[in-house]
Every structure is written in structure tokens, then in C-alpha cells.
């Protein structure tokens, strides 16, 4: 089984800027990447950001891109995700999820990752 683990969530004003770390634990398994989805009440789960151990390549949704920048570390296991400019829009809850078990493409669909942590709230006021 393997643990994912957020933290660095809090409150902010619009404008700040927050970093958010995952760390997985369990049995050791290399797998495929890591990424960040959010949701916010109400709302479904969105894609925020992806990382392939395979070169480290990353991606992110439009609505982040330049603001967000995603990081990892593969002998970790561990991935970052630094927001900058928050914006009250970006209030939700932000899950760490690996994708282990999945070999395909498609960094941003949630039916790609394999365990997912149990969030980590991240507030920005206006």
C-alpha cells in the first residue's frame, strides 16, 4: 500500500503565495509520475498540474500556467507545487495523487492516477 501525505495548505490573501508538498510512503514502487488535482465545493475534482518521472516532463491546466509551477523529486517521492499570485479562485481542497500502475499519456484525467492523499485546503481571501 502506499501513503500520500500533503501538507503546506493555509489561508492567504489573494495575491500570496503558497508551497505544497506531497510525500509518498509505503512499499517502494517507481512508478509513473505525480500531480496535483483540486476541487472546490460544490465543484468536481479539476487537474491542476502533472510531473513524468520520465524526464521530468510537467504540465499544468491553463488556468495556473504561470502562476503554479510544478517540482518533484523521484527518489523521494516526493512533489512540490509552488502557487504564486493566488487568487480566490484557487480555493479548494488540493490532492497529491501518483500514478503507478498506469503507463498512458494522459496526465490529466484523475482516472489515471492510482492513490490519491487526503487534501490539504488551501484558502485565499479577496
Known amino acids: 500500500q502506499v501513503q500520500l501525505v500533503e501538507s503546506g495548505g493555509g489561508l492567504v490573501q489573494a495575491g500570496g503565495s503558497l508551497r505544497l508538498s506531497c510525500a509518498a510512503s509505503?512499499?517502494?514502487?517507481?512508478?509513473?509520475?505525480m500531480g496535483w488535482f483540486r476541487q472546490a465545493p460544490g465543484k468536481e475534482r479539476e487537474f491542476v498540474a502533472a510531473?513524468?518521472?520520465?524526464?521530468?516532463?510537467?504540465n499544468s491546466a491553463d488556468s495556473v500556467k504561470g502562476r503554479f509551477t510544478i517540482s518533484g523529486d523521484k527518489a523521494k517521492n516526493t512533489v512540490y507545487l509552488q502557487m504564486n499570485n493566488l487568487k480566490p479562485e484557487d480555493t479548494a481542497v488540493y490532492y497529491c495523487?501518483?500514478?503507478?500502475?498506469?503507463?498512458?499519456?494522459?496526465?490529466?484525467?484523475?482516472?489515471?492516477?492510482?492513490?490519491w492523499g487526503q487534501g490539504t485546503q488551501v484558502t485565499v481571501s479577496s
Open positions: 510531473i513524468s518521472w520520465s524526464g521530468g516532463s510537467t
Open positions: 495523487a501518483a500514478k503507478v500502475f498506469n503507463s498512458g499519456t494522459d496526465y490529466s484525467s484523475a482516472r489515471s492516477y492510482d492513490y
Open positions: 509505503g512499499r517502494t514502487f517507481s512508478g509513473f509520475g
